[in-house]
């Protein structure tokens, strides 16, 4: 997530597009230090731990930002988002345990390697709905080929079509 560029858009379009669902919730899973592990076999070996973290109390910074996108939609006294810090390979089990009401129709990965996306991309299978997007940050991207090789090892790209937006070269997503 680093920055929150994402969730922030997201809790924006559920404000227009779903302005009364208090029930869909934008959850974001982050470390804030950066990345926690880097596979030097599947991701390029200038990476390294810690690399991409944010300033000391950007997780705060992010969630205010957030919280005013929500003042602005209907229904604004229901908080709608959640941000889990931490490595998301450990946390997002406890939160899926904690809510066993998920029900998945976006997931947007920006791990960047290969890693978290294999081992996130595994755990939301079950939850995830007929229909429901998964996207990626950095697909079919040479200088990030984890994110690739995870989706290829877990769903397999050539089971489904991999869209791009003509917007932003590097993200694209599919339809599962």
Known sequence: MRYGQNISLFTSFR???????HNRKIVGFDTWEGFPDVDKTNDLDEWKSGDYGVPDGYENFLSNVIQVHETMAPIPSIKKH????????????????KHPETIISLAYFDFDIYKPTRECLERILPYLSKGAII?????????????????REVLGTNNFQIMHSPFRANAGYLEY
């Open 82 to 97: 959640q941000l889990v810090k931490g490595d998301a390979t450990k946390t997002i089990d406890k939160y899926l345990k």
């Open 135 to 151: 996207a990626f940050d950095e697909i079919n991207v040479q200088d990030w080929p984890g994110e690739t090789q995870a989706l």
């Open 15 to 21: 404000g227009i597009y779903e302005p009364f669902n």
